[in-house]
């Protein structure tokens, strides 16, 4: 049976146990959607499915992903053809090890974003079977996150990605690999921006923000705080998920005092302990009505 796509990464913070209240939260009508925190895309791919996107500009800082979405696009049946191979390993230990991640980290730094087979198919068979899909690269630039005992995980997944490639083939659609900040300047009245930044640390011990080698520190969430709302302004629509945090709770403070916002559960990866994992509450903002 042919579904919509849905995200090809098990992304850390990714949207899909959310998505049926972020959806009440998207405006009935927007012209482009802007989604400047892509990851594995939930909220798009959902939109995309329901017929609600007319234009689209989806973008990532993250280089190894964004090489991912153009393989994806520009390069599906290679693409496949490793997927395939990589399924046969989705419970190898030492494969993940000796072969996978120095694999992966020799490919990454000699390659770009030109959509290559090879280091986009090795991208997700590392999400899918190290700790928790977390992307994590060091100072030199090594992806150094480790094994995670994922029970045979979907490496390759045939529709799924036939389903993606067919979607980012959309003339409407665009995939930038960017800073937040320079997508903005693309947006104006009646766009739709979702923003799905790196959290703001629940705790100075459980610091994980770092998706890409710089991290997303307190004036980054200064500085997309002042964006969020220059485009409230400028009449876009703009949603944003975040952690509940003092920090956040000063920033958004008139969106909280307004009643434009939502505090949601969510199962989250809350300490680096295997155990780590419990329910929190994250905040959404956005600055129209949820339909
Ligand atoms: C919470 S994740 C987004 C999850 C996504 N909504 C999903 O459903 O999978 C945050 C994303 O922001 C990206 N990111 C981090 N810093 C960024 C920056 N300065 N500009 C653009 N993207 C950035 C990371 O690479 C990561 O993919």
Same mark, same amino acid.
């Given at each position: 049976?042919?579904?919509?796509?849905?995200?090809?990464?098990?992304? /850390?913070?990714?949207?899909? =146990?959310?998505?049926?209240?972020?959806?009440?939260?998207?405006?009935?009508?927007?012209?482009?959607?802007?989604?400047?925190?892509?990851?594995?895309?939930?909220?798009?791919?959902?939109?995309? &499915?329901?017929?609600?996107?007319?234009?689209?500009?989806?973008?990532?800082?993250?280089?190894?992903?964004?090489?991912?979405?153009? /393989?994806?696009?520009?390069?599906?049946?290679?693409?496949?053809?490793?997927?395939?191979?990589?399924?046969?390993? &989705?419970?190898?230990?030492?494969?993940?090890?000796?072969?996978?991640?120095?694999?992966?980290?020799?490919?990454?730094?000699?390659? $770009?974003?030109?959509?290559?087979?090879?280091?986009?198919?090795?991208?997700?068979?590392?999400?899918?079977?190290?700790?928790?899909?977390?992307?994590?690269?060091?100072?030199?630039?090594?992806?150094?996150?480790?094994?995670?005992?994922?029970?045979?995980?979907?490496?390759?997944?045939?529709?799924?990605?036939?389903?993606?490639?067919?979607?980012?083939?959309?003339?409407?659609?665009?995939?930038?690999?960017?800073?937040?900040?320079?997508?903005?300047?693309?947006? $104006?009245?009646?766009?739709?921006?979702?923003?799905?930044?790196?959290? =703001?640390?629940?705790?100075?011990? &459980? &610091?994980?923000?770092?998706?890409?080698?710089?991290?997303?520190?307190?004036?980054? =969430?200064?500085?997309?705080?002042?964006?969020?709302?220059?485009?409230?302004?400028? $009449?876009?629509?703009?949603?944003?998920?975040?952690?509940?945090?003092?920090?956040?709770?000063?920033?958004?403070?008139?969106?909280?005092?307004?009643?434009?916002?939502?505090?949601?559960?969510?199962?989250?990866?809350?300490?680096?302990?295997?155990?780590?994992? $419990?329910?929190?509450?994250?905040?959404?903002?956005?600055?129209?009505?949820?339909?």
């Amino acid at each position: 049976m042919a579904t919509g796509p849905v995200p090809f990464v098990k992304w /850390a913070g990714g949207k899909a =146990q959310l998505l049926n209240v972020l959806v009440k939260c998207v405006p009935k009508k927007f012209e482009t959607y802007c989604e400047p925190f892509l990851g594995g895309g939930a909220l798009f791919f959902r939109l995309y &499915s329901e017929g609600m996107i007319k234009k689209a500009i989806l973008s990532d800082a993250n280089k190894d992903l964004i090489n991912c979405y153009i /393989a994806i696009r520009d390069n599906e049946e290679a693409l496949l053809t490793e997927l395939e191979i990589l399924q046969q390993h &989705s419970n190898h230990k030492d494969f993940f090890y000796e072969v996978a991640r120095p694999k992966f980290n020799k490919i990454r730094l000699k390659t $770009g974003m030109e959509g290559d087979p090879p280091k986009a198919a090795l991208l997700v068979y590392l999400n899918k079977t190290c700790y928790n899909g977390l992307y994590r690269v060091n100072s030199d630039g090594v992806f150094n996150v480790p094994w995670g005992r994922n029970n045979n995980p979907r490496i390759y997944d045939e529709d799924n990605i036939r389903a993606v490639g067919k979607a980012l083939r959309d003339r409407r659609v665009k995939v930038i690999c960017c800073d937040y900040s320079s997508v903005l300047t693309k947006v $104006g009245v009646n766009d739709f921006v979702y923003f799905d930044p790196p959290y =703001q640390p629940l705790s100075m011990t &459980s &610091s994980f923000t770092s998706y890409t080698p710089d991290p997303f520190g307190e004036d980054d =969430q200064k500085r997309l705080a002042s964006m969020f709302m220059e485009l409230d302004k400028e $009449g876009s629509f703009v949603l944003m998920s975040n952690s509940v945090n003092p920090l956040i709770e000063e920033l958004y403070n008139d969106y909280i005092e307004g009643g434009n916002y939502l505090k949601v559960m969510a199962a989250r990866q809350i300490s680096c302990k295997g155990d780590g994992r $419990g329910r929190i509450y994250e905040y959404v903002f956005f600055n129209h009505h949820p339909g």
